[in-house]
């Protein structure tokens, strides 16, 4: 049984991986029910995982660990909790109607098989990521987030804007990528392990780097999750088909900032700099998505800019940290994910059967489109926070965490009234403008969309409804495993259905659907006004990307054109620059350098081949023309050859003799072609440059020899080489079996560098043979030729 729960807990990770290399041939076999086909692997996943459930809600923590990489301490290891369980309930659930919807979608679309593929690529990477327990898999996972949204936002390759938007989401999403991994590695040289469950026993708020590790979380977080001031690239991630913004906003990639600061709370939570950081861009993130949303007229980009809110405000709630704050957490979650859904491919239905999603220009769709308007009603009711649906749940319970004494709480709940008020506010236009009122004109004739795309948008409408009566169950089996997850104790669960119309949350939810109301009366005026200040101030985060973006290669540019000039003695000073620093400065920090050695005992002859070595330097060095320099240089190896030689290393002599030849001889004919009895000018600054460079670069190299024969030799590797060379290799040369056998992929990757290296000189030789001018023929000899034939 363990067995089999493990696999089944690996698969549901995996699964979605093999559907997407099995997509296009789905494609080519079921065509347009191919959603209906594909959506069985998210399906069966939301099966087992709602099994979970009742053991999760006992308190019972699955933990599996497959092996990974066992030798350096790392295993593939998942964990269900109540967390982690509900945001993979809410992706497969989601998940599942998304492939059906896309289906009817993009039916007919060239690239429908791919874009199948995309997705279920998509779902995978967001499941692993929030079941993954190892810090190495979560970070795997969650780049891989940011590949299929890169994949999934520039879908439609021709547009620019596409492709801009791509590429920003890529941009501002990968820097989070390493800011995670760097956490991660941080954490684990902290706590000794890879798994974030091992947190839990870590209090890291005590710890020096506390904050180092907070920051870096954060990076992540909100570079995810689209906090100010990195919010802009969701917006602009519209440009990518509906289902994929459903998807992406509800379920997805966005959602996993807002999950690792949920996973990383019990750990990181609950000290002032977290809760300020949090209460802080939460809420100016809450205020300025909302706001940003009553400027927009496209309906997509209305639902963007109130995701952007809405994530900020979870982010908000998960800083306040108390246990209804929580509880928060976690019911808006649900709720949003159910409503922003619904109303995203509702408002792709719009546009699939109208052709245009611009509210101004939308009137009178009631008729037509009834399925669709009661979806995109039940939505909205719950994302203003009416009774009974869930929604209203989770803003009684975020007004009832901040019921307290002081100017902070005060000033957070009037952030969380005014943002649910505009949020309502939008909500209301939605789900009123474009079905009420008169008919009229319109691109494409509407009609009812599909059963394939009615499914999702009526059943979320529908659950979310349903979640506002069914508080028991929802309290006991997701709310509060959840969120004692996210708190890091037992939390237990009071949510119940009810008005008490003497309790001032009741009067703060009837400010906020007044304050709703009032938007929605006002919202041309006001998009006119904000039109008009955005106008006048000029700049946005998004131009300030773009003007970034631009610097950075017009640096990247003035780098390349100092560094990467082509001018190869300026390569050579910084790689020996960099050589000498890399040498010197480790010895001086790590106890200085290295005691000089005792005189050397050496016979006359040993100093001889000394000297002669020392003589070939000097040479090399005062040589003027280049064939002299390179005669000189051979010497100086000679003598180094000469010297293994006679301190017993035959074989190492032979090869160092073997090298100095071909040396000597090839750059001889290489540089036959470059005037070898040309002499060098070089100035006085050029040579003390140079000779300074090189006697600092060779006194570093040996410092550094002396440095390791001043320690302690470990036998360990020789002691192996000798033991294992005859009876493995079958060879009793050792330093041979090294070089053939043990060492033999590093061997083979060395000849390959120097036979690349060989036939680029070989093409650069018959290059310059082919550039060269034929020789004028000799008058004489042509009349010679021709005499002899007469």
Not at 221 to 244: R, Y
Not at 306 to 315: D, F
Not at 355 to 370: A, H
Not at 518 to 526: A, E, G, M, N, Q
Request: charged letters at 10%; a neutral charge.
């Amino acid at each position: 049984m363990g067995l089999s729960l493990d696999i089944a807990v690996a698969a549901v990770a995996v699964a979605p991986f093999l559907a997407t290399l099995a997509a296009p041939l789905v494609h080519r076999m079921f065509g347009a029910t191919s959603g209906w086909v594909l959506a069985l692997v998210p399906a069966l996943s939301f099966v087992f995982l709602w099994g979970l459930i009742a053991p999760v809600s006992d308190g019972e923590v699955i933990s599996v660990a497959l092996g990974w990489a066992p030798v350096h301490g790392l295993a593939l290891s998942f964990l269900i909790d109540g967390l982690s369980l509900t945001f993979a309930l809410t992706i497969a659930g989601i998940g599942t109607f998304i492939l059906i919807y896309s289906g009817a979608y993009l039916k007919g679309h060239r690239h429908q098989a791919r874009f199948f593929a995309f997705m279920l690529m998509f779902m995978g990477a967001m499941q692993g990521l929030v079941l993954a327990d190892s810090t190495i898999a979560l970070y795997t996972f969650w780049e891989l987030t940011t590949v299929a949204s890169f994949l999934l936002i520039g879908f439609d390759h021709t547009r620019q804007a596409a492709r801009r938007a791509a590429i920003q989401a890529f941009v501002v999403t990968a820097i989070g990528g390493l800011a995670l991994l760097a956490a991660g590695i941080l954490m684990q040289r902290l706590t000794g392990g890879w798994e974030l469950s091992s947190l839990a026993g870590v209090d890291l708020r005590a710890h020096p780097a506390y904050g180092v590790v907070l920051v870096l979380a954060l990076i992540a977080a909100f570079t995810k999750s689209a906090q100010v001031p990195f919010h802009f690239w969701l917006p602009n991630a519209m440009e990518a088909p509906t289902p994929v913004s459903a998807f992406l906003h509800s379920a997805t990639m966005v959602q996993g900032g807002v999950y690792l600061l949920a996973r990383l709370n019990p750990s990181l939570g609950g000290t002032p700099m977290w809760t300020t950081a949090l209460v802080f861009f939460g809420g100016v993130t809450l205020i300025w998505g909302a706001v940003a949303a009553l400027r927009q007229t496209d309906l997509k980009q209305m639902l963007a800019q109130t995701t952007v809110a809405s994530l900020g405000l979870l982010v908000l709630l998960i800083g306040v940290g108390t246990e209804t704050a929580i509880m928060a957490v976690v019911l808006y979650f649900v709720a949003h994910a159910l409503y922003k859904a619904g109303l995203f491919l509702v408002a792709g239905i719009i546009d699939h059967e109208t052709g245009t999603r611009d509210i101004t220009e939308l009137s009178g769709l009631r008729e037509p489109l009834t399925v669709t308007f009661i979806a995109a009603l039940l939505a909205a009711l719950s994302m203003i926070g009416l009774p009974p649906l869930v929604g209203y749940l989770a803003k009684e319970e975020m007004y009832g965490a901040l019921l307290a004494d002081g100017l902070s709480p005060t000033l957070v709940l009037a952030a969380l009234v005014l943002g649910n008020g505009l949020l309502a506010g939008v909500a209301l236009a939605v789900a009123i403008k474009p079905f009420m009122g008169a008919v009229v004109p319109l691109p494409k004739h509407p009609h009812e969309a599909p059963v394939a795309m009615l499914a999702g948008p009526a059943l979320f409408g529908i659950l979310g409804l349903l979640a506002g009566f069914m508080t028991g169950w929802l309290g006991e089996a997701i709310v509060s495993p959840a969120a004692s997850a996210i708190g890091g104790g037992a939390v237990e669960s009071h949510l119940q259905l009810g008005i008490n119309p003497f309790g001032l949350v009741f009067w703060l939810s009837l400010l906020t659907w007044a304050v709703g109301g009032l938007v929605y009366w006002r919202l041309d005026t006001i998009r006119t006004l904000l039109r008009r200040s955005q106008a006048a101030v000029g700049w946005t985060f998004d131009k300030g990307f773009d003007a970034l973006m631009f610097g950075l290669i017009r640096l990247s540019a003035a780098v390349t054109r100092v560094w990467h000039n082509g001018k190869l003695e300026l390569y050579l000073v910084v790689l020996f620059l960099m050589l000498a620093l890399a040498v010197i400065v480790p010895l001086w920090s790590l106890g200085g350098l290295p005691a000089l050695p005792e005189a050397l005992d050496l016979t006359f002859y040993e100093w001889g081949t000394l000297l002669i070595a020392v003589i070939g330097i000097a040479t090399v060095v005062l040589a003027r023309t280049r064939l002299f320099a390179i005669l000189a240089l051979g010497i100086q190896g000679f003598a180094v050859a000469t010297l293994y030689l006679l301190f017993g290393a035959p074989d190492l002599s032979f090869t160092q003799f073997m090298v100095e030849i071909l040396s000597v001889v090839i750059l001889a004919l290489v540089m036959t072609r470059l005037r070898l009895d040309k002499q060098d000018r070089r100035v006085f600054e050029d040579l003390l440059r140079d000779g300074g460079l090189a006697l600092v670069c060779g006194l570093g190299v040996t410092a550094l020899l002396f440095a390791v024969l001043q320690g302690s030799l470990d036998p360990r590797l020789s002691d192996f080489f000798n033991a294992n060379s005859a009876p493995v290799a079958h060879g009793r040369n050792v330093v041979n079996v090294i070089l053939v056998d043990f060492r033999g992929l590093d061997t083979l990757g060395e000849i390959s560098v120097i036979m690349t290296a060989g036939i680029a000189i070989l093409a650069l030789i018959r290059g310059a043979r082919r550039d060269e001018p034929e020789a004028p023929p000799r008058p004489g000899r042509r009349r010679n030729r021709k005499e002899a034939a007469a």
